[in-house]
């Protein structure tokens, strides 16, 4: 398929997504689900996140050109998610939703319902925070990552990500006098 084509002035990435829009439909199969539950860690509704989503893949279909392969092709990809969520939820104002049972996979380790408690916990952060924290722990992008694709600074995604932890902390502690009616 590379036949005839010079790469040698181009990055690894950068080739490899070049290539992949010739079939836009394997990147989008291949890149949905992590691009549909980082929209839903942002804007917290499974409808407006499937919008959101959406909206994503046809702003990266027109604008892929732009694309300079300076980062991978999947970070590329959930700036325009995050951006695109953090747009949707300026314009709806939405509200947190209760159902979160899209997130949820079996667990066989038992953890589902700390994972629910920490899920449910993210509606306490603001959307960059709640950005932030999704494209940390649950892409593992590295700060500078991150900062490109909340066009921010390292510095300000290392704050972002502080105060949001110390927000979790604080919403996932026990309640005082609740060790003691269980029991313990």
């Known amino acids: ?34 691009a549909y539950r980082t929209a839903l860690g942002v804007v917290r509704d499974p409808a407006l996140a499937a919008d959101v989503t959406q909206e994503a893949y046809v702003a990266a279909y027109r604008h892929r050109h732009r694309y300079r392969g300076d980062a991978p092709s999947t970070a590329w990809l959930h700036r325009i998610v995050v951006n695109q969520a953090l747009s949707a939820l300026r314009r709806r104002r939405a509200a947190p939703v209760g159902d979160l049972s899209v997130w949820t996979a079996p667990d066989e380790a038992g953890g589902a319902v700390a994972r ?22 649950y892409h593992d992008y590295d ?17 972002m990500l502080s105060r949001a932890l110390d927000r979790l902390k604080h919403a996932l502690e026990p309640e005082p006098g609740a060790a003691a009616t269980m029991g313990g």
């Not at 836009?24 to 890149?31: K, L």
């Not at 700060?143 to 704050?159: D, F, K, M």
Request: overall charge negative; proline content about 1%.
């Open 1 to 34: 398929m590379t036949e005839g084509l010079d790469v040698s002035g181009l990055r690894g990435e950068s080739v490899v997504f070049r290539l992949e829009l010739s079939d836009f439909g394997a990147f989008y199969e291949r890149t949905y689900d992590t």
């Open 116 to 137: 629910m408690a920490l899920l449910q916990a993210l509606d306490v952060l603001p959307a960059r925070q709640r950005a932030a924290v999704i494209l940390r722990y």
């Open 143 to 159: 700060y500078a990552t991150i900062a490109r694709i909340l066009n921010t600074t390292s510095t300000n995604v290392g704050a």
